[in-house]
């Protein structure tokens, strides 16, 4: 009987109401409560005209500019504080219509305080060379000298202040195919039951789907692959007219504003050359061999006649699974981290034993995981922490490496200049999983343990170097055809898509026909040009992880600089100064030929 019960028993998720507090986030150090918020939804609404008083009069002085950028920069704070807020009690539950105005509301605000303050990038660059000459060398101006450096770079790309008022009225209507997609893929979509290897029935939700192929048992996997792509192929349509209306507004924007392309655009902003991206690309398809090569151990390894996409997540030894409860986690990842200094260490432990993160999932709540600190209150993290997973391990320990960064250029940097861009966070995040590989690889009791942890470390190298990199082909070559006037169609992304499968996954990997609509489900492709980041931040942080290992102070020193530096310096300037130079293909190289030595390593312990 007691084994009968098993096979029919359902696992679902709790919803939100009951989780335990201690394993949710504490947001009162943004505000106290809603109501709070909706005092300070006002006194921003009450801003926001103020920035009015200051149009056309930005040349009269240093003082009259500096007053407009503090103004500027009060209305930005308060905003990212209600923004933050609100996108993380959304993010709780995506079904509560409370959190879901909220958030509505919340980018309604932000779109008029955009226009509002879109007269001041025209209105500078309107000013005189000799003028802004003699502005940036005054000392009422010396805290936003920077900033103003910055915006006169956008010369080129900046239109007059009626066009800039009309483009940033848009701004809120331009995020609708992301707010549809990520609406549908996180609460309308239902994806159903399936019986795990243990006889359980699990709900299939885009959170447990990743546990779900990391069962031992083939069926499992199979099943959950087949029942989870059942429901992109009857929305196919949809989300390809979505996927298409994004990279079309990306081609209009860089159209609207001067730039050769929308990859031109967005490089821009980083400072960052063209070559970056091409030679990434180029680097990671000369090391596709390496890759082929690890498919083909992996389907010795799991005594396979073919393999298949859902064969890629379960790790090799699957009976070697470490699990870890929370505060296990927690002292793991910190331990790891024991290079980077007691002070680092005690500020996460705290943190994560703490109130910063919400740890588990909850019906309704938003997949995945991500960090989204402020310059107030809290670095907060939201997981959907699974004990079984030893991946979930090393998913807070990239988030930490998110935190972590939040927290130190918040305090080491004025407002302007503490939010670094995302090509640098990522270098952050992925540091602390080399660190985490490293500590648990110097650990392993015997060599089933150390060919699991290999397996792990190649696995991620191969999701965030090799795979990202070929979302990053994807969105060059789909934003490439819509700029020469190709509509995508769900015919034409899923060609592109499933030629790119064929040449990265090699030539003896058997592809499903519908792993080519994963390019509809995507969260990244509706924010086009993000993921290369994962891949060239790998890359540095193998680089800098092993000078942290190898080096003793002064590396730890120098990468703690870099940490601290927030946005105060570009971010290739800032790898410079932490000793990783990303415009030569140089950092991507050595990552991959590390991927290759893996390779050898776990070929020769499973042989």
């Known amino acids: 009987m007691e084994q009968m019960s098993a096979m029919y028993q359902t696992v679902r998720l709790p919803s939100r109401k009951d989780i335990a507090p201690d394993d949710t986030w504490d947001l009162t150090p943004l505000f106290p409560s809603d109501e709070a918020w909706e005092t300070a939804f006002v006194e921003l609404e009450s801003l926001i005209p103020r920035l009015a008083e200051y149009r056309g009069t930005l040349s009269q002085s240093a003082g009259r500019l500096a007053q407009c950028l503090t103004l500027e920069l009060n209305v930005d704070r308060l905003g990212e504080t209600l923004g933050n807020y609100a996108f993380l009690k959304s993010s709780e539950d995506q079904t509560n219509q409370t959190y879901q105005r909220m958030v509505g509301r919340f980018h309604h605000l932000a779109s008029l305080a955009a226009e509002a303050a879109s007269f001041i990038q025209p209105e500078v660059m309107a000013i005189d060379e000799a003028t802004i000459k003699q502005f940036l060398n005054d000392g009422e101006l010396a805290d936003y000298r920077l900033l103003l450096e910055r915006m006169l770079r956008y010369k080129p790309h900046t239109l007059g202040p009626r066009e800039e008022r009309l483009l940033a009225m848009q701004s809120e209507m331009a995020q609708a195919t992301s707010h549809i997609f990520s609406q549908l893929h996180d609460a309308d979509l239902k994806f159903g039951l399936v019986t795990d290897e243990q006889g359980r029935q699990v709900e299939l939700s885009p959170s447990t789907f990743t546990q779900l192929l990391q069962s031992p048992d083939r069926d499992v996997r199979r099943t959950a692959f087949q029942q989870f792509y059942q429901q992109f192929s009857g929305h196919q349509h949809s989300l390809a007219a979505m996927l298409n209306g994004s990279l079309q507004k990306d081609a209009y924007y860089a159209k609207a504003r001067n730039f050769s392309s929308a990859l031109d655009q ?45 064969d890629t997540y379960v790790p090799i030894l699957s009976e070697c699974n470490i699990e870890h409860t929370w505060d296990q986690a927690v002292e793991v990842v910190t331990a790891s981290l024991a290079p980077l200094g007691t002070a680092y260490c005690e500020t996460l432990r705290e943190g994560l034993r703490g109130r910063w993160c919400d740890r588990y999932p909850n019906q309704g709540k938003r997949s995945g995981a991500f960090s989204a600190g402020g310059y107030q209150g809290p670095p907060y993290i939201l997981m959907n922490f699974k004990p079984q997973v030893l991946n979930d391990v090393f998913t807070l320990a990239h988030e930490a490496g998110h935190s972590m960064h939040t927290y130190l250029s918040a305090r080491h940097q004025p407002f302007q200049y503490y939010n670094y861009t995302i090509f640098v966070a990522e270098v952050a995040s992925t540091f602390n999983e080399q660190l985490l590989s490293h500590y648990l690889l110097e650990r392993a009791t015997d060599d089933r343990q150390r060919a699991f942890l290999i397996n792990n470390e190649i696995d991620d190298i191969r999701a965030t170097i090799y795979r990202q990199t070929m979302f990053a082909e994807f969105e060059k070559i789909t934003h490439e055809k819509v700029e020469a006037g190709e509509p995508m169609t769900v015919e034409a992304l899923r060609t592109i898509y499933g030629q790119l499968l064929q040449d990265y996954f090699g030539p003896h990997f058997a592809i499903d026909d519908e792993l080519s609509l994963e390019c509809l489900r995507i969260p990244h492709f509706y924010h086009a040009f993000y993921v290369y980041k994962y891949a060239t931040g790998m890359s540095a942080a193998i680089a800098l992880s092993q000078q942290v290992l190898h080096d003793g102070p002064r590396g730890v020193e120098s990468y703690l600089e870099f940490l601290r530096g927030g946005c105060s310096q570009f971010p290739l300037d800032l790898l410079r100064g932490a000793g990783v130079d990303l415009e030569h293909p140089e950092p991507v190289e050595r990552a991959l030929q590390h991927f290759a030595k893996l390779v050898d390593q776990l070929d020769a312990l499973l042989t």
């Open 266 to 310: 967005a490089l821009f902003a980083d400072n960052v050359p063209r070559t970056v991206y091409d030679n990434l690309i180029a680097a990671v398809r000369k090391h596709l061999p390496a890759l082929y090569r690890f498919y083909d151990l992996r389907r010795r390894a799991m005594q396979l006649s073919d393999i298949h996409h859902y």
